[in-house]
């Protein structure tokens, strides 16, 4: 089995000079196997190459995983298309099971869409795909595998399998010195006892008699950023006075994190990829899995410092990475997070919204779990059904209304489609596009969006564990 090429925990740093000379469609980054253009196996020119398969990732050390990933390292490397313009995508598959790879915030037809709910093409074991495919929106965008893992552990996104992707857009307004690329993914999954508190709500809202064999939820043995757990990877290294331009990725299975960086705060230019109506300073940033946050920080506070999750449990199991400035060195400086807390609705303007053609109400709830204590989700009374897609009309605008029944986050997604959060918990915002919300326990999020692509569009929760147990519905735009 190849030891994962990665050049080690290297952050993809890329200075402005070499963004504005990058190559178009498939320039490769610092952090690992390049992705340029490559000839396939029939001879025609792909401009971008995935090719899955297995790789040892050296999280830290006593950690390090056996798992599958994209052109031999984890996360992939970096990938930069350019908006509006069409690539050639070969993804050639190594392994000994056929994958589905989906292109998540782009909205590219079913078939290419890389799932298997939506009839998307497959990659078959041990052989190849080609496609094209334009990308139409710019900004932060993500590449991941989108088969169902259920019991396995080792598939779909617990495994390596993802891969920041970032589409140029047309024209550049940035102003920094810097730009970084962040993902964060959690190792070494494992099976536990749902904790008690999620065990006591369960049973008060079911009752004992019914409820069954105690929930599992997923815990891990390690945390990394760009592959590495905090302290085994490259910093950061920065100097004082620079903007530099983060753009961070939460590409875990299952876990919502919260971010910050003590002594500094973020100004979030854009979410998903699509810039903000109001760019606001924040302390901590908050990514349910699958979002992504761009953040200018300014760097004016010389030290060493860790940029990495707020709870000490999580960032000691490896979520963080050092932030160095020139000349500093030795450990890291400890503060708490400065300034605003997350909400979105910070970042949103107010209009009104114009009225939908339909509002589709989204009920999520949980019902006891099957004798092998897997819980099971449902939208509005029903686990997924794929046979009964929900029809659309094309062209029409939908309001989706998720009403959450449960003390869980959600990190809900749309596929193929952006919406606009018009509603947060009773609170009016426009303006903020998205793919994925974050609903929090008990929350009520209102989103719009126009039906413009055609045919099965999924929706479903990000959460890899609340996804395999039913918590998915089909769209379908006709
Ligand atoms: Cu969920």
Known sequence: MPRSSC?????????????LSGVAAGAGSLLCGRIGTVTSSKGERADVTLRIGRVQVDVAPGHTVSTVAYNGCAPGPLIRLRQGVPVAVEILNDTSTPEYVHWHGFPVPADIDGTEEERSLVVPARRHLRYRMTPAESGSRYVHSHVMAMRDLTKGVYSGQFGFVYVEPKSDPGNYDQEVFLATHEWEPFFIDADEDSMAAAVEKFGETDWGPPMVEVAYGVRSINGKALGH????????GQRVLFHILNASATENIELSLPGHQ?????????????????????LGVAERVDAVVDMKNPGVWILGSTDDDVRGSGLGVLVEY??????????????????????????????????IPMIIDRIPPDA??????????KNYDPDE??????????????????????????????????????????????????????????????????????????????????????????
């Open 389 to 478: 897609p929900k029809i659309l009309r094309k062209g029409g605008r939908y309001r989706l209304v998720f009403d959450n029944r449960t003390a869980d986050a959600h990190p809900l997604h749309l596929h193929r489609n952006t919406f606009e959060l018009t509603n947060i918990n009773g609170k009016r915002t426009s303006g903020v596009r998205k793919d994925v919300v974050l609903v929090k326990g008990y929350q009520t999020v209102e989103v719009d969006f126009m039906a413009r692509q055609e045919g099965l569009t999924l929706f479903h929760c990000h959460n890899q564990l609340h996804m395999d147990t039913g918590f998915k519905t089909l769209l379908d735009v006709a």
């Open 372 to 381: 092998g204590g897997f819980e099971r989700w449902t939208i509005n009374g």
């Open 326 to 359: 020139e000349r500093k060195s030795g450990t890291a400086k400890q503060r708490g997070p400065q300034g605003m807390g997350w909400d979105y609705t910070l970042f949103g303007a107010s209009r009104a919204a114009a009225a939908p053609d339909e509002t």
């Open 233 to 240: 990877g490259e910093p950061i290294r920065v100097k004082e």
């Open 7 to 19: 050049e080690s925990g290297k952050h993809m740093e890329i200075t402005r000079r070499d963004f």
């Open 266 to 286: 973020f100004l979030v230019i854009a979410l998903d990829g699509n810039p903000v109506p109001r760019p606001r300073m924040v302390g901590t940033l908050e």
